[in-house]
């Protein structure tokens, strides 16, 4: 399992960026697809963006075009750079493996607002 810290949540305007920040310290970082996932208020959590151990990447439909995942193995760390922000995109995001284990540790999670 991965213990992850995010960070570099915050309030934006509608239009704005953020790049969010992921380290993961415990098991071998670089053996596992990382994800990040969000939960936005009164709704479930829902992956958002993953990518996998050879870099590869796929993103839900809403955020496509629009957010990018990378990782950086050497640092345990995974990023999600996110452009072109809409209110919808308003939630608490974290990031975990894919899949997640059966008892998945979850960090604290960032928050980030779109919001004029």
């Known amino acids: 399992q991965v213990q992850p810290v995010e960070s570099g949540g915050g309030l934006v305007q509608p239009g704005g960026s953020l790049r969010l920040s992921c380290a993961a310290s415990?098991?071998?970082?670089?053996?596992?697809?990382m994800g990040w996932y969000r939960q936005a208020p009164g709704k479930q959590r829902e992956l958002v963006a993953h990518?996998?151990?050879?870099?590869?990447?796929n993103y839900v439909n809403s955020v496509k075009g629009r957010f990018t995942i990378s990782r950086d193995n050497a640092k345990n760390t995974v990023y999600l750079q996110m452009n072109s922000l809409k209110p919808e995109d308003t939630a608490v995001y974290y990031c975990?493996?894919?899949?997640?284990?059966?008892?998945?540790?979850w960090g604290q999670g960032t928050q980030v607002t779109v919001s004029s």
């Open positions: 975990n493996t894919l899949p997640l284990a059966t008892r998945p540790n």
């Open positions: 415990g098991s071998i970082f670089s053996i596992y697809t």
């Open positions: 990518i996998t151990t050879g870099g590869s990447t």
